[in-house]
């Protein structure tokens, strides 16, 4: 599988990279967090590290590092507007709980 952006994360990265003046792409993982237990680490990567897997989404560069593929593998990341605030919105197929305040998850015990 793979980790996806959709056209509009697409455009956000490419302008997320453009005004920090440069970087590989987007780095996308997972923190232990919350009170459901993981939380949506998402940052500039400026190279990938050791054991990072990279993917191409629209000529966008997704990296993902390995402890957290297990947790994210298969998500498409979106970017959505709503008024004035705009967010990432993940659609992971391996959550299979969320917190009431929508800030962690949690997944099957086959991918923790």
Request: with cysteine; hydrophobic share 40%; net charge negative.
């Amino acid at each position: 599988m793979a980790v996806t952006l959709t056209t509009a994360a697409q455009e956000r990265v490419r302008k997320f990279v453009s005004e920090k003046g440069g970087g590989l792409g987007l780095r996308f993982g997972v923190r232990k967090t919350g009170c459901s237990g993981w939380a949506y680490v998402v940052d500039l990567a400026e190279a990938p590290g050791e054991g990072d897997q990279v993917f191409d989404s629209g000529g966008v560069k997704v990296v993902v590092d390995a402890k957290s593929l297990e947790f994210v593998d298969g998500t498409e990341i979106d970017f959505a507007r709503q008024g004035l605030n705009s967010t990432f919105v993940f659609r992971n197929p391996n959550v299979t709980g969320e917190c009431g305040c929508g800030e962690s998850f949690s997944v099957s015990k086959s991918a923790a």
